[in-house]
């Protein structure tokens, strides 16, 4: 008899179950046994795209199976790769526990790793002072310097391939003019291969969380790219701080140029997965946005007036 019954044809099926306890205790059950861990109340945790629980002092994460909708195969393994290199270089992040695969009705893989008390950064981000968000900010740059290091190249993405075929700044509403003139600035984009290195890629509030003692530490490795420096330093900046002058003076150690942070920006807002929707979210309407010197001039309004403030 299979330890998970439910029925998963597609995308939307998981999406109706994947936050369900009594649908992945014996699943969870069976998994705690196998690793020889203790088994104890089951919590759900805040969603995101597979079924994250928390178990004790433990966090048991179960992938979306294979085969029946999203592929999340290399996901999984660059995840994997990620907390490994994590904890590796002492950087502040859940300490990965075990993983392993299930052979069931569907075949599970799943991680367990330790269970971090603290909060969201963008669940406490109101109630902090001016000093905590410096603090804040120089802790992040404490991480990125740890795990933007070299590496392997860990996952079969190309950053530019992916950037080429990315058709999110279509669905963002970007005007035809600006898309024109991204793909153009792309074709003559070059990266050097001895200047990738190891990038988080998903530096927004839902993957840092923050303890009671304000210690921040870093959470979900799947989105990760091989890629320079700056691609991760733009999306801390420009997603995660927003750039919000505490967080940036923490993150630069003082003073930092504006223009500086708006060829930072226009460099790898193209480039980057989820550049589309970090500048989206700051240039609303982006229907005005018809060319990247509007792009620069509305950046270079917009980070100057958050480091006058």
Known sequence: MSLFTEQINNWDDWGKIFQSIPAFTPLIEHIMTKEKLLFSKIENLKPGANAVFKVGGYVVKIFMPLGVGREFGTNVDTEL???????????????????GVVEDKYTFRYMIMEYIHGKTLGDIE?????????????????????????????????????????????NERFPASFQAERLKILADFRIDEKDKVYCHGDFHCENVLVDDNLNVYLIDFADAMYAPTGYEEMYVVSALFCFEKPYMVGYYDGDYAVEDIVDLCMTWYPVHVWGHATASEHLKPVDEVVSFAVLRERLHKLIEMEKNK
């Open 81 to 99: 790769f990620g907390m490994r290199l994590a904890n590796l270089q002492g950087v502040p992040s859940p300490k990965l526990i075990a993983d």
């Open 126 to 170: 109101t109630d902090l002072s001016y000093e905590d968000k410096i603090n804040i900010g120089k802790q992040i740059r404490a991480i990125t310097d740890k795990m933007n290091v070299p590496c392997e190249n860990f996952t079969d993405i190309d950053v530019m391939e992916h950037a080429l075929n990315d058709i999110e700044w279509e």
